[in-house]
C-alpha cells in the first residue's frame, strides 16, 4: 500500500475514527485504526464492537492495499508532523515508512485481515435531522443517564420516534430528562435504546449546523449516523425502556415562572457548603412572590430571595442542587416555569411546548433545616 | 468587624493570599486566610510558614476587627456571588455574615489571635527589577529543579547577585539553566537560595509588566518581594549551592547554529516513542551541514534531517530528548547555538552574551542505536 494525504485531513480522520477506539480490550487489533486503500478511496476504521466508525479520507492512492496501525503510535506521529503532505508505504511484513517533509518514521503495521468489519446494516428506516439538532438534543439529556447503575438501560438513552417526533429520554432514577424535535415527515413509531456511550463520543465528532445533516439509519439491532464522509454504528441495547408516559403528569398546585440565571446563579451558591458525595438538599421555600433558596451544613448556611411570579399554592420543597443546575445549564430560555404539587412529589421543568421537560424528584426536606 | 468592598477586588485579594494557604497541615490556622481590618487598611494574610503573602483589598471599614475564614468555603463564597458590593460582618462568637445583593451566608470565622504574622524583615537590601523580568526569568529557569531530589538545593533556585547583575540558577543533577538580568545599581555580592515552590506560586501572582516594578528585600534567612500592594516573604534555605563555575566551560569542538522551532519539532516528533517514565535517548548526528535527529525503540523508529551551519567536528551524541525540549521552549531566540566536545561531555546552548546558558547532560548513544 502507498498513499498520499494532507496532514490535517489525516488527522481530522484519526481524530474521528480514534473515539471508537477501545482503550481496555484483550484484543490488541481493537486498539488499531484500520486503512483501508483496497478500493477507489481511503477509508479509516475503528470498531470496540459496541461502536464502529468509518470515515473517507481525501487522499491518492498510489499503491492499493490495507493495513491497521496501533491508533496510539499513528496518531501521535501524524499529530506532531507539519502541515504538509504525508506520505504512508507499507513494504514486506507490514513495514511501514512515514514520510512527511524531511522528517521519516518506521513503524510496524498489523494485518487488516484481522480487523473486525462494521456490520452491514440494511438502509430502509431514516430519519434525517440537522447535526446542530442532533447534537444539542443528545447534550440536553445526556447528563441524566447513569452509567454504574446495575440495570443497564439507565446507561442509555431512548430514541422514541412516533409521528413526525423524535423524542430522546434519559432518566437516572433521581430524574427524567425529554427533549422533543418535529421531523419533516411522519414514520411508523419506533423505540431504539442507544448506549450513552456511543452517544457521549457522537457529540465531539459531529460539529456541523442548522445546515447540515446527519441521516439516521435504524434496524432492530442497530443505528447508524451518517453525516459528511463519516458513518458511526453502534449496536442498540435489547429490551424495553421505561414507562415513561406513566411518570409525567400534567397536574400541579404551583407553578413558579422564574428567571433562570438568578435561579441558576442562586441554586450554585448553595453549593460551597456541598462537600465531595454530600447529597444534602437545597430548601425552596416558594411564599407569594418570593422563592427564598437555603442551605445549612455544619460548615455554615446561606440564604438567597429570589422574585418570582407565582400561581397556585405556597411550597416548602428540597432538592438535590446539582439535578436543578445539570437541568437549567442546558435550558437556553430566559424564564423557566416549574410545576409542583407537594413536597414528596417531582417537580417539573418544563415550557409550553413541552419540548423540553425536566423532571426531578424532591428530597424530604427536614433533612435540610 | 464590618467591611464593604467589592466583590472583583476581594475576589482578587483571596486569589493572591490563597497561593501561600497550607493544603496539607494539621494546623487548621494554616488553612485559613487573615482578614485584618484593625487599622485603616483592609489586609488578607495566608501563611504556611515556609511562604507567607499579605495583600490589601480595597474597601471600607465600617468596625475594625480582625478575623481568620477556612480558605476554601471564603473564597467560594466569593467567588460565586455576583459583581457588587460585599458586606462583611462579624458579630460575637465569629458568627459572621457574607452578604451581597439578595444572597447573604453564614459562616463561623476563627480567632486572628492564633494566626501567624509575616515575620518582620529588615528592609536594608534591595534590588528592583520589573515584574515582567522576575516573571520571565524564573519560568524559563524553575523547570530544572529537582522537588524529590534528597538534596534539597535541587529544588531551590540560587538567586545570585553579583554587581550589578542578577543570575538566576537551578539544576537538577542531569542538566542546568542559568539566565542573567542587568540590574540598575551595583549591589554588594549575595547569594540567595529561594526554595522552587516560592518561586512556582509567585509568577502565578505577579501578573505586571515591563513598566511594573517588583522590589525584592533580603536580609540572611528571607526574601521579600513587594508589588502593588503585595508582599511575598520567603524563607531562605541555608547552606552552600552547587559550585556553578566549575561545570562552565568556554571550550568546544563542535559549534551548531540552528533554527530553533526546526530543532524543537524534530525533538518534540522523537517523543512518540518514548513511553512513560522511559529515559530512551535521542541520537544526534552532525555531519558537515546536516544534523540528523534519529530514535528507535521497539515499537519504530524515526529519523529527520535539519539544516545547520556548523563549526569544528562532526559528532555523534545522545540526549533526554525532555530536557532539550524544555530548554528550547523558553528560549525566545529564532537560531540557537550548541556547543559540544565530545559523546560524553555537556552540551550548552546559550548566546553570545550568556544571557541564558542551558547545560545538558549527554547520555550514551550507544543505547539509542
Do not use: W
Amino acid at each position: 500500500m502507498k498513499i498520499r494525504c494532507s496532514q490535517s485531513n489525516l488527522l481530522k480522520g484519526i481524530t474521528t475514527v480514534s473515539k471508537a477506539v477501545s482503550n481496555k480490550t484483550s484484543m490488541a487489533i481493537l486498539e488499531c485504526i484500520l486503512v483501508d486503500a483496497s478500493g477507489d478511496e481511503i477509508k479509516l476504521t475503528a470498531n470496540n464492537m459496541e461502536l464502529g466508525i468509518e470515515t473517507i479520507v481525501e487522499g491518492e492512492i498510489l499503491e492499493r492495499g490495507i493495513i491497521a496501525f496501533d491508533t496510539k503510535i499513528f496518531s501521535e506521529i501524524v499529530r506532531k508532523l507539519p502541515d504538509n503532505d504525508i506520505l504512508i508505504t507499507v513494504e514486506s511484513d507490514m513495514k511501514t515508512r512515514i514520510e512527511c517533509e524531511k522528517s521519516c518514521f518506521n513503524i510496524i503495521g498489523k494485518s487488516g485481515e484481522d480487523f473486525p468489519y462494521l456490520p452491514m446494516i440494511e438502509r430502509n428506516n431514516k430519519i434525517t435531522i440537522s447535526q446542530f439538532s442532533l447534537r444539542e438534543i443528545i447534550r440536553q439529556t445526556i447528563f441524566a443517564i447513569n452509567e454504574n447503575d446495575s440495570n443497564k438501560m439507565m446507561g442509555c438513552e431512548l430514541f422514541r420516534i412516533h409521528e413526525n417526533e423524535l423524542s430522546v429520554v434519559s432518566l437516572d432514577g433521581h430524574r427524567v430528562a425529554i427533549r422533543k424535535i418535529n421531523l419533516n415527515n411522519s414514520y411508523p413509531d419506533k423505540d431504539l435504546i442507544v448506549p450513552g456511550r456511543t452517544l457521549q463520543e457522537i457529540i465531539k465528532i459531529i460539529n456541523g449546523g442548522q445546515e447540515d445533516n446527519v441521516n439516521i439509519y435504524y434496524t432492530n439491532n442497530h443505528i447508524l449516523f451518517e453525516f459528511d464522509k463519516t458513518t458511526v454504528v453502534s449496536r442498540l441495547v435489547e429490551g424495553e425502556f421505561f414507562k415513561i408516559s406513566t411518570m409525567l403528569s400534567a397536574d400541579y398546585k404551583t407553578k413558579v415562572t422564574i428567571n433562570k440565571r438568578e435561579l441558576l446563579s442562586g441554586i450554585d451558591r448553595s453549593t460551597v457548603f456541598v462537600e465531595g458525595g454530600d447529597k444534602k438538599p437545597i430548601k425552596m421555600n416558594i411564599v407569594n412572590n418570593i422563592l427564598e433558596i437555603s442551605m445549612a451544613s455544619y460548615s455554615g448556611s446561606m440564604k438567597e430571595e429570589i422574585n418570582i411570579t407565582k400561581e397556585g399554592e405556597d411550597l416548602m420543597i428540597g432538592f438535590n442542587s446539582k439535578f436543578f443546575i445539570d437541568a437549567l445549564r442546558v435550558i437556553d430560555d430566559e424564564e423557566v416555569s416549574l410545576y409542583m404539587v407537594n413536597p414528596k412529589a417531582p417537580c417539573f421543568i418544563k415550557d409550553k411546548d413541552e419540548s423540553y421537560i425536566y423532571l426531578i424528584l424532591p428530597i424530604n426536606f427536614n433533612s435540610a433545616s
